[in-house]
């Protein structure tokens, strides 16, 4: 069975940290972009971060540069995003994306992990 399960999401007060995982089993990450996604309560989704499948080139969306880190473990088939100096702002439900990126090809979604920061 082809699933994405993140995990790791939680409450938090700003300023704080967490670390949100991507497992993917029934298929290999290797060949695919991991992209992580956001949605907040009225807006619409968002893309935060994404990881490449090949050279693992990262980008970041303005709003979480230098806060956020996307990583991969190819070997454990799990990606991963490191969240410093969350904010109220980052409170979301965050996605795991994993996209092949050719026509034709696979394009699976995870059911979501909820973040709140607050005080």
């Known amino acids: 069975q082809v699933q994405l399960v993140e995990s790791g999401g939680g409450l938090v007060q700003p300023g704080g940290s967490l670390r949100l995982s991507c497992a993917a089993s029934?298929?290999?990450?290797?060949?695919?972009?991991i992209g992580w996604f956001r949605q907040a309560p009225g807006k619409e989704r968002e893309g935060v971060a994404c990881i490449s499948g090949y050279v693992w080139r990262t980008t970041y969306v303005d709003a979480v540069k230098g806060r956020f880190t996307i990583s991969r473990d190819n070997a454990n088939n799990t990606a991963y995003m490191q969240m410093n100096s969350l904010n109220t702002e980052d409170t979301a439900v965050y996605y795991c994306?994993?996209?092949?990126?050719?026509?034709?090809?696979?394009?699976?979604w995870g059911q979501g992990t909820q973040v709140t920061v607050s005080s």
């Open positions: 029934g298929f290999t990450l290797d060949n695919y972009a």
């Open positions: 994306n994993a996209d092949q990126g050719i026509v034709g090809g696979f394009d699976y």
